[in-house]
């Protein structure tokens, strides 16, 4: 079973500061990737999509791919409380027929 | 306007009754999903349709039937309800075969007593 693996958290920062999400997965064929919010009690919401190695920047949000350490982050910039969220990585597995999840790092902004 | 809506919002019924949930995009979009998400908040494929065919069951029990009139529907029955069945189901579209910037519906929050 192909995964995608994620720390927990709470990952927990003060307002302003930046915040740093990583993941890390296990199908080296996998070759687009994405970063998902998820608020208490609503679907998720695509913020970020990287398909090749290098930052990719939006707004406040960096995305950064490394297929050689089969790792993906997200970097969010002056964080604010709103950014309090539940934050799924997802990659498609190396045939392209399926979207595989992490379980998600839930971040705290704290005011 | 709503993308992709779903229905019902929240589902509470017994075990072994039969139900079904609806989902409906706007988007023309030719690829449409079902997604469990448990209660450890784990999100995971069920099935995905393109342009009506069934492209992915991921080992998922029988009694789960979905059904696709058209490309802007895709609805989930489910059979014989069992307590491990709750979960949100989300639907969730996307352009095409291939494209997985996806987006989801609001979900449907499923209890079984």
């Known amino acids: 079973q192909k995964e995608v693996e994620q720390n927990s958290g709470p990952l927990s920062v003060p307002e302003g500061a930046i915040a740093s999400l990583n993941c890390t997965y296990s199908?080296?064929?996998?070759?687009?990737f994405f970063w998902y919010r998820q608020y208490s009690g609503k679907s998720p919401e695509l913020i970020m999509s990287?398909?090749?190695?290098g930052d990719k920047e939006d707004g406040r949000f960096t995305a950064q791919l490394n297929k050689a350490s089969q790792y993906v982050s997200l970097l969010i910039r002056d964080s604010q409380p709103s950014d309090s969220a539940t934050y799924l990585c997802?990659?498609?597995?190396?045939?392209?027929?399926?979207?595989?999840f992490g379980k998600g790092t839930t971040l705290s902004v704290s005011s | 306007d709503t993308a992709v809506s779903q229905t019902p919002k929240y589902l509470v019924t017994q075990m072994g009754n039969d139900k079904s949930i609806k989902c409906e995009q706007n988007?023309?979009?030719?690829?449409m999903y079902w997604y469990k998400q448990d209660s450890k908040k784990f999100l995971k494929i069920m099935f995905s349709?393109?342009?009506?065919?069934?492209?992915i069951n991921e080992t998922v029990p029988n009694r789960f039937s979905p059904k696709s009139p058209d490309k802007a529907h895709l609805n989930l029955h489910i059979n014989s309800l069992e307590l491990g069945d709750s979960a949100v189901y989300f639907c969730?579209?996307?352009?095409?075969?291939?494209?997985?910037?996806?987006?989801f519906g609001p979900g449907t929050r499923l209890t079984v007593t």
């Open positions: 997802a990659v498609t597995n190396q045939a392209g027929t399926a979207l595989i």
């Open positions: 969730a579209s996307s352009q095409d075969w291939g494209s997985y910037e996806q987006y």
């Open positions: 349709y393109n342009n009506k065919e069934l492209i």
């Open positions: 990287i398909y090749s190695n």
């Open positions: 199908d080296r064929g996998s070759q687009s």
């Open positions: 988007l023309g979009h030719d690829t």
